[in-house]
């Protein structure tokens, strides 16, 4: 029997991520994957997203990671989009924040 684990969704967690990572021979630390698990979910807020979304996401996130710099993660949002997506990044570490000083 096989697992599907849906992971491009706004419900989606970081053990989705970490296992798609897996699939993808990509390798992080849980901190990592949770960071990039927020911002998939940054933007499923902002519009609906394909596996090949997340994967880009995915493999974006961890490129930035090896060059010690950021990179565009999908560099084909438009310029609301982007905006939005900023906001939702924000949006989501506060709330992280919050929840560890709770």
Same mark, same amino acid.
């Given at each position: 029997? $096989? ?8 419900? +989606? ?7 798609? @990572? ?14 990039? $698990? ?11 997203? @394909?596996?090949?979304? @997340?994967?880009?996401?995915?493999? @974006? ?16 949002? $438009? ?18 924040? +919050?929840?560890? +000083?709770?």
């Amino acid at each position: 029997m $096989t697992r599907y684990v849906h992971f491009a969704s706004r419900l +989606t967690g970081w053990n989705a991520i970490k296992s798609r @990572a897996a699939q993808l021979n990509i390798e992080m630390t849980d901190a990592q994957y949770k960071e990039c $698990t927020g911002k998939i979910k940054a933007l499923a807020d902002i519009r609906p997203i @394909a596996v090949d979304d @997340a994967d880009s996401i995915i493999r @974006a996130f961890h490129r930035s990671l090896k060059l010690g710099k950021d990179i565009d993660l999908l560099p084909n949002m $438009t310029e609301e989009e982007r905006e939005l997506f900023s906001k939702k990044e924000q949006d989501l570490a506060g709330k992280a924040r +919050t929840e560890v +000083t709770a």
